[in-house]
């Protein structure tokens, strides 16, 4: 049986495989380009602003109004340095938004996935932001973003975030150089790339110390205790409640309660039971502003659990605080993968400083609280462990918010120089 071979001579094979390259090419493009116009229609207005924005150097994301202390020094930075950056805010009344800058150009985005739906698709040399969790939940890297910073807000532990909330991150601007080890463990642990850890000081510390000098002292002022919980299950006004606040308040002193701002969110039952139990109570004072320097520098002890609130208060009045000793489920957080070299798990800084600088409040001591707290007299050691502590978790003082700008402008002349050589 014979069967008849088409024969194509080399030339004509080499023409038609072009064609086709060329084909599937435009195929490929046209393809893109419906799929980008798709992406427009469906994305929202503030995803079609990220696409038509074009490439920007700077870019700061705020998520909400807890975090304004932490980026205006920042802001005020670039403003200094005559240096055009963008804001962008998930909080529509952020007094960012309304102040008069002329490098700054600043942009409500709104909230969720409106707003996740531009950081997403954003166009930026080096993008700057307090918000974990980069990669692992709904905010995704973008493509054409260069570098992610991300800037703590807080002087406590950087493992203390849900896990794998700075994992994949460019580079963490820290607070004191106390909290590199152990991201550097986990870097190996995990098997993922080195970060950048810079240690910029503390934005929100400065931002803070600076308004707290500028209150007036309080006059005819009582004898105040301040009580700060962290939220869940295991932080003191979840856990305690009225064990706690039916025999503080009847000492007669002031008692100001200022909860975390998550507890409104999540365990709004909690406070709606208290608040209504106290609402005839003259001497307790609920405390829910959005700076927490006026109930802090009023109270004259702060009695909390593991909230980081302790080190504002440690660091901005250098007074006694009371921890009542909490079992925190550290399982959910990245310092619950950090351990020694016998296998133990590693001890976070924060709560070993604690022990140092605070005085252990157990609940059987509840009922002869006034007793304790007069008792609990401030001494040499004490000031010391808060210096120490200080020195350790809040660097560079005053200077975070031009530190945080010079890093974020480095970068940007890295990559200027990078291709250039090119």
């Not at 495989?17 to 435009?26: D, E, H, R």
């Not at 905010?139 to 975030?161: E, F, I, P, Q, W």
């Not at 025999?247 to 002193?253: F, K």
């Given at each position: 049986?014979?069967?008849?071979?088409?024969?194509?001579?080399?030339?004509?094979?080499?023409?038609?495989?072009?064609?086709?390259?060329?084909?599937?090419?435009?195929?490929?493009?046209?393809?893109?380009?419906?799929?980008?116009?798709?992406?427009?229609?469906?994305a929202g207005k503030n995803a079609r602003e990220a696409m038509k924005a074009g490439r920007q150097k700077y870019v700061v994301y705020n998520e909400g109004k807890q975090y304004i202390n932490c980026f205006k020094p920042v802001l005020e930075a670039f403003e200094k340095k005559e240096t055009p950056l963008t804001y962008l805010t998930s909080y529509q009344e952020d007094p960012l938004l309304s102040k008069e800058w002329k490098f700054v150009k600043t942009e409500y985005i709104g909230e969720g996935n409106s707003a996740f739906a531009r950081l997403n698709m954003l166009t930026a040399d080096v993008v700057l932001m307090t918000t974990p969790g980069?990669?692992?939940?709904?905010?995704?890297?973008?493509?054409?973003?260069?570098?992610?910073?991300?800037?703590?807000?807080?002087?406590?532990?950087?493992?203390?975030?849900?896990?794998?909330?700075?994992?994949?991150?460019?580079?963490?601007?820290?607070?004191?150089?106390y909290q590199k080890a152990d991201i550097r463990y986990l870097e190996k642990a995990r098997g993922i790339k080195e970060k950048e850890l810079v240690?910029?000081?503390?934005?929100?510390?400065?931002?803070?110390?600076?308004?707290?000098?500028?209150?007036?002292?309080?006059?005819?002022?009582?004898?105040?205790?301040?009580?700060?919980?962290?939220?869940?299950?295991?932080?003191?006004?979840?856990k305690y409640g009225?064990?706690?606040?039916?025999?503080?308040?009847?000492?007669?002193?002031?008692?100001?309660?200022?909860?975390?701002?998550?507890?409104?969110?999540?365990?709004?039952?909690?406070?709606?039971?208290?608040?209504?139990?106290?609402?005839d109570c003259k001497n307790l004072e609920w405390n829910f502003e959005n700076d927490n320097i006026y109930a802090l520098k009023r109270g004259d002890i702060m009695i909390s659990d593991f909230s980081s609130v302790i080190y504002d208060y440690t660091f901005l009045c250098d007074k006694p605080v009371m921890y009542v000793n909490a079992d925190l489920d550290l399982r959910i957080y990245d310092a619950s993968e950090v351990y020694n070299e016998d296998g133990s798990n590693k001890r976070i800084w924060q709560f070993t400083t604690l022990e140092k600088i605070g005085i252990e409040l157990k609940e059987e001591q509840f009922q002869n609280i006034k007793e304790v707290i007069q008792n609990a007299s401030d001494s040499p050691v004490l000031a010391q462990a808060r210096k120490q502590a200080k020195e350790e978790a809040w660097m560079h003082i005053g200077e975070a918010g031009e530190r945080t700008a010079d890093f974020m402008i480095s970068k940007v002349k890295e990559f200027e120089s990078s291709q250039e050589a090119k």
């Open positions: 049986m014979y069967t008849n071979l088409l024969y194509i001579d080399p030339g004509t094979g080499s023409m038609l495989f072009s064609v086709a390259i060329g084909a599937a090419a435009t195929l490929f493009f046209l393809a893109r380009a419906a799929f980008l116009k798709i992406q427009l229609l469906f980069l990669d692992v939940y709904q905010m995704k890297r973008s493509k054409n973003v260069r570098h992610y910073a991300h800037l703590r807000h807080g002087s406590g532990d950087a493992t203390m975030y849900r896990l794998y909330g700075i994992d994949y991150f460019d580079s963490v601007l820290l607070t004191g150089d240690s910029v000081g503390c934005t929100y510390l400065d931002e803070l110390k600076k308004k707290m000098e500028a209150i007036p002292a309080e006059e005819n002022h009582q004898f105040t205790v301040l009580v700060c919980p962290s939220w869940g299950p295991s932080a003191i006004l979840s009225e064990k706690l606040l039916d025999p503080l308040l009847a000492t007669g002193w002031n008692v100001i309660v200022r909860p975390h701002p998550q507890s409104k969110k999540s365990e709004s039952h909690i406070l709606d039971r208290l608040q209504k139990k106290y609402k």
